[in-house]
């Protein structure tokens, strides 16, 4: 892909954070051609690691946040803001609608919540499935997505994480998104995922699993990483080294397959 975008004249690429991770260690101190235009970013929030990464680059990165109920992407950030608000996903497009959504209540600026959106794009329900529309749509053929996220003051969408991942450790809500953004700022850590396991006291604490550049590492230096980057209660009690993670055909993260990598630590 690297060779086709600067030998090939191709002027716009479409990746999930993984294939785009790839791609920045293999480019290594090169980079893009002036005529490569769009770097379009999908499949779940970004590491601010990489975003960083490719901004350093001059990779013209276009955050997006859609899914296959929402005939792909359904809010984007456009280029003007890709550097002032890095790490937000953007703004509806046209003529979509979006909101974050609390129960019954409308969430309030950069609060967290569920992501609901409407328009034009979005399905009109799911064939013969009754019960899971009933769940999914709400009045005025609002949907809501699973997804959970916050709108700054400018109306921006910050992604937070699949509301089904969520860990509820002690009370508290951890995202295991934010915690593999963090660990993935180690300059040794390809990639990360985060989990949560069923403990008596805290009700879920955090793991997390970790794939590793070609370089050594330990667990005890990633967890002194974690202990400089996230609150305590954050920190995955558990951490381990493994080949690779568990992905899907679009080469996303699944996490309800991380637990079973236990086995197949080193």
């Avoid at 909101?99 to 309030?108: P, V």
């Avoid at 053929?141 to 860990?167: A, C, E, N, P, Q």
């Avoid at 403990?199 to 967890?223: H, R, Y």
Wanted: glycine share 8%; proline share 5%.
């Amino acid at each position: 892909v690297n060779r086709a975008i600067r030998e090939q004249h191709v002027t716009i690429a479409s990746v999930v954070t993984a294939m785009l991770n790839r791609l920045l260690i293999n480019l290594k101190e090169e980079a893009y051609p002036a005529a490569f235009r769009c770097m379009l970013l999908g499949g779940g929030p970004a590491p601010l690691s990489i975003l960083e990464s490719c901004k350093k680059k001059g990779i013209p990165v276009y955050q997006t946040y859609g899914m296959t109920e929402t005939s792909s992407q359904i809010v984007t950030l456009s280029p003007e803001y890709s550097l002032s608000k890095l790490g937000s996903a953007g703004k509806a497009l046209f003529p979509c609608q979006l909101r974050i959504m609390n129960g019954q209540k409308e969430a309030g600026v950069n609060e967290i919540g569920e992501i609901v959106v409407k328009g034009p794009n979005v399905t009109s329900g799911y064939a013969s499935n009754e019960e899971a529309n009933a769940q999914a749509f709400f009045e005025g053929g609002w949907f809501r997505t699973g997804d959970m996220g916050r709108l700054d003051k400018d109306g921006f969408l910050y992604v937070v994480d699949r509301r089904s991942d969520l860990i509820i450790s002690g009370g508290e809500n951890i995202y295991p998104a934010e915690l593999e953004s963090a660990i993935c700022e180690h300059p040794a850590v390809l990639e990360a995922g985060v989990t949560g396991l069923p403990d008596e006291k805290w009700g879920m604490v955090p793991i997390a699993f970790v794939v590793l550049k070609n370089q050594s590492c330990t667990v005890d230096e990633l967890q002194e990483h974690c202990i400089n980057s996230l609150a305590k209660y954050k920190r995955p009690r558990e951490m381990y080294i493994v080949k690779e993670l568990p992905k899907n055909a679009s080469n996303k993260l699944v996490r309800k397959n991380l637990v079973g990598m236990r086995e197949h630590s080193f």
